[in-house]
């Protein structure tokens, strides 16, 4: 009679490894920044080898992307009209962003992403993309009209993380956001 652990696959449980990668890549980049935050210290941190990250995501790049994609899942559009939804998508993306880690990931990831041709299209297909499309169903607007919101919400947001190293404070998420319905709601 065979035994239970030898119906099991050799090696390490697979199970959750995404999770952990994740939870540690944020912890990383908060703890260490974005540039300190290496594929080797992310594993480590993980409890991971290396080898076991390179497997899943070739790049640092493409495992930031993937991990932003999971920090934060759908889109909430939540409003009976298109002022409420854009308030709401602008009020969840400032959320987001100053969670531990996601301002700091993301900064980084759009930094690199300048000069890499090859990450800004996993960036724009895998992350931007699929929002910039939710967003366009839910308000009935043009590409341009939904992607020029997208840039002028996330870029202040990213900014601000920039210059002060801390994510915008509620009172200017709400001054942002009636900004932006003004030109564009």
């Not at 090859?118 to 839910?138: H, K």
């Not at 020029?148 to 915008?168: A, I, Q, S």
């Amino acid at each position: 009679m065979a035994s239970a652990t030898s119906a099991r696959s050799p090696g390490r449980p697979r199970a959750g490894v995404h999770a952990a990668v994740f939870a540690a890549t944020l912890r990383t980049v908060h703890e260490l920044g974005y540039a300190q935050a290496t594929v080797e210290r992310i594993a480590a941190a993980a409890g991971v080898a290396k080898t076991t990250i390179y497997r899943r995501w070739p790049s640092k790049g493409e495992l930031i992307v993937d991990c932003l994609l999971d920090a934060f899942g759908p889109a909430p559009l939540e409003g009976s009209g298109k002022a409420e939804v854009m308030s709401s998508a602008i009020h969840w993306v400032a959320a987001k962003i100053g969670e531990p880690g996601v301002g700091d990931a993301f900064a980084g990831v759009f930094s690199d992403a300048v000069s890499d041709p090859a990450l800004r299209g996993i960036l724009s297909e895998r992350l931007q993309d699929p929002y910039r499309r939710a967003l366009q169903d839910a308000l009935g607007e043009p590409e341009h009209r939904v992607l020029f919101f997208v840039d002028v919400v996330v870029g202040t947001l990213l900014h601000r993380m920039g210059m002060t190293g801390e994510p915008m404070v509620d009172a200017d998420v709400a001054a942002l956001s009636e900004m932006v319905l003004a030109v564009l709601g």
